[in-house]
């Protein structure tokens, strides 16, 4: 970040939406989390960010922990910061809701079952319902997965649907897969695409 950029805003507490206080659908989660990470942003959003699942997090972090530790979702280091100050350089900072597919950390930061991600599935669709956003950005190859599965569609090579938007009638949205932020680097240079050159692919397809 440089001197004069803007400092990315962490989500209030408070703003988290929160679907199924204490849900226990899923065992082994319900043993391997901190905090349910609910999803935050404007209840009105047009763009809904869609990640996996929550990281382990960092407990000791002075504001950035995860949503494993604050219980809101992309508020990691990392990957919450670098999407959220993705998705403000593309002009939605503050019109943009954040969620994840399954709202409980894995063990091990392993991937999220067909089983916990299908028993989340009806909280990401209630958030839909109450957000009711024109476009949902996906990010990576899981969370993409989950939000087609909806529409009963299989993916055949994630690289080949970034940026490419997927129609989704039966929850009236449009789908725009995008890489997962953690491997974002290493992907851009595997299809020749600048940094500049991803954002404006993205942004085409944006309300």
């Not at 989390?33 to 972090?61: F, H, K, M, N, Q």
């Not at 090579?157 to 953690?182: A, K, Q, R």
Request: proline residues 7%.
């Amino acid at each position: 970040m440089t001197d004069t950029e803007e400092p990315i805003r962490h989500p209030d507490s408070d703003d988290r939406l929160v679907i199924e206080p204490g849900c226990s659908r899923c065992p082994a989660l319900v043993e391997s989390r901190t905090r349910i990470s609910w999803g935050t942003g404007p209840r009105d959003a047009s763009v809904l960010v869609v990640g996996e699942a929550p990281g382990a997090g960092d407990p000791d972090a002075e504001t950035w922990k995860g949503g494993n530790h604050t219980g809101c979702a992309y508020t990691s280091r990392h990957s919450g910061r670098r999407v959220r100050r993705l998705m403000r350089e593309l002009g939605y900072g503050d019109d943009c809701f954040f969620t994840n597919a399954a709202k409980c950390h894995p063990e091990g930061n392993r991937d999220p079952t067909d089983a916990e991600l299908s028993n989340c599935r009806g909280h990401l669709e209630t958030e839909l319902g109450i957000v009711d956003p024109a476009v949902v950005v996906t990010t990576g190859k899981h969370a993409t997965a989950t939000l087609l599965a909806f529409e009963e569609i299989e993916q055949d090579g994630f690289l080949d649907s970034v940026c490419e938007p997927i129609e989704c009638p039966t929850l009236g949205v449009t789908c725009l897969p995008i890489l997962h932020p953690s491997y974002r680097e290493v992907w851009l240079s595997r299809l020749g695409l600048s940094a500049e050159e991803y954002r404006e692919r993205i942004a085409v397809h944006l309300p």
